[in-house]
């Protein structure tokens, strides 16, 4: 099973980016899934997570901007962020808690995208 991230990329202040995390492999389901940042020189920390059925937690810092959500038929989580920051450059990490063919659970990390906002 394998998580690939895609859709960072380079946007002005006050732009608008989606990502995207999908889940590849022999899945049975996909317990929670969620987004992590890391910009230079600090440490990892949470955007927003959302669980199986729904319900979203997101970093202090989101302010309302940023909207997590699943389809859970393509097993694929996105990242809506919009009013993007310069402060909000960053290598964004999707994660995500997956229930293998044999139900065996494993916490994986797609390879993380680049979100670089110009001012």
């Known amino acids: 099973v394998q998580l690939q991230a895609s859709g960072g990329g380079l946007v002005q202040a006050g732009g608008s980016l989606r990502l995207s995390c999908t889940a590849s492999g022999k899945i049975s389901r996909i317990d929670r899934m969620g987004w992590y940042r890391q910009a230079p020189g600090k440490q990892r920390e949470l955007v927003a997570d959302?669980?199986?059925?729904?319900?979203?937690k997101y970093g202090d810092f989101v302010k309302g901007r940023f909207t997590i959500s699943r389809d859970n038929a393509k097993n694929t989580g996105y990242l809506q962020m919009d009013s993007l920051k310069k402060e909000d450059t960053a290598i964004y990490y999707c994660?995500?808690?997956?229930?293998?063919?044999?139900?065996?659970?494993?916490?994986?990390w797609g390879q993380g995208t680049l979100v670089t906002v110009s001012s």
């Open positions: 994660d995500a808690y997956i229930l293998n063919e044999f139900l065996r659970g494993d916490h994986l």
């Open positions: 959302i669980t199986y059925s729904g319900i979203k």
